[in-house]
């Protein structure tokens, strides 16, 4: 219902995990749930699995490495059109724009 009741629930698992005393779990509470219309499903005949006409048997390609590396020689020029400024500067730096 609001944002603290995970709180809360969380709260008294680790009360009762620890042995507070008087820490109890909430009681389970009963939701509502709408009724539904009911769906119809279409019949198919059984012929066994059908599978799509695509290759299973396809290798799966081995990556070159699976350590991290770091990349040193390339010039800002060459990658500055990539770089996404506003998520750059207001979602990492948290700069804000200044209203006037």
Not at 3 to 27: C, N, Q, S
Not at 29 to 51: D, I, L, N
Not at 56 to 64: L, S
């Amino acid at each position: 219902r609001d944002a603290f009741e995970g709180l809360r629930l969380m709260d008294a698992l680790i009360g009762v995990k620890r042995g507070v005393p008087g820490a109890k779990l909430p009681e389970l509470k009963q939701r509502r749930v709408r009724g539904t219309a009911a769906v119809e499903v279409e019949e198919r005949p059984e012929e066994g699995h059908v599978r799509s006409d695509v290759a299973v048997d396809n290798p799966v390609p081995a990556p070159p490495f699976w350590e991290t590396r770091i990349v040193k020689g390339i010039q800002l020029k060459e990658y500055a059109s990539w770089l996404d400024e506003g998520a750059l500067f207001k979602g990492q730096w948290g700069l804000k724009q200044v209203r006037t």
